[in-house]
Nanobody
Framework: QVQLVESGGGLVQPGGSLGLSCAIS????????MAWYRQAPGKERELVAG???????HYLDSVKGRFTISLDNAKNTVYLQMNSLKPEDTAVYYC??????????????WGKGALVTVSS
């Protein structure tokens, strides 16, 4: 059974750094894309950063230059390094994976979410 296992998150002061990781547990054929979304209280979920298996990345404008997404294809794990954090980065961060398994292409899975709180 395939699951996304997230780790990281927590409380950090403004200007601080935090890292998130998300591993695909179980056997898959290949990853298409992995991404991090976030949802702040009272707001819609938004795409923070995404990465394709070949390494192409894209970011939400407000996090460019501060966040870095990376993918370890050998470990089926995606990382999000968050630097210079701001209070407005406070949200639940969700991992998303799109992958191929057996004869199924483009399967879309979500992690349970990791809370990131930026506050002094």
């Amino acid at each position: 059974q395939v699951q996304l296992v997230e780790s990281g998150g927590g409380l950090v002061q403004p200007g601080g750094s935090l890292g998130l990781s998300c591993a695909i547990s179980g056997t898959i054929n290949s990853i298409n894309t992995m991404a991090w979304y976030r949802q702040a209280p009272g707001k819609e979920r938004e795409l923070v950063a995404g990465i394709e298996s070949g390494g192409s990345t894209h970011y939400l404008d407000s996090v460019k230059g501060r966040f870095t997404i990376s993918l370890d294809n050998a470990k089926n794990t995606v990382y999000l390094q968050m630097n210079s954090l701001k209070p407005e980065d406070t949200a639940v961060y969700y991992c998303n994976a799109n992958f191929n398994l057996d004869y199924y292409y483009g399967m879309d899975y979500w992690g349970k979410g990791a809370l990131v709180t930026v506050s002094s």
